[in-house]
């Protein structure tokens, strides 16, 4: 990929990352690991959903697979998304030796 090609996909993540964050109004991290957004009410949760991925698996940081869910502020509606950490070693534990 040329730098011209990086640069846009930085930027193109950079604009989905602002996007998103403009839109959080918490997050909440489960006692597994696994992290619920939630969200100002009239957006498109299932996009948010998306968005949420994309910038998750994108930044990698998170060392485990989970269910992840995007929640509207009034807590009436959510999306739910499955981020994959895409870590060398996850799902070891779970290989017969």
Known sequence: MENNELNSVDQELAAMRKKFEDAVVETV???SGAQT???KDGLDLKEYA????IIL???GDIA???NGRVVNESKTD???FEY????PLDGLAEIEI
Not at 84 to 87: G, V
Request: charge should be negative; hydrophobic fraction near 40%; glycine fraction near 0%.
């Open 29 to 31: 991290l489960s006692e």
């Open 37 to 39: 957004y939630i969200i």
């Open 50 to 53: 998306s968005l949420a991925k």
């Open 57 to 59: 698996e994108a930044n």
């Open 64 to 66: 485990h697979d989970f």
């Open 78 to 80: 959510h999306a739910d």
């Open 84 to 87: 994959k950490s895409r870590w």
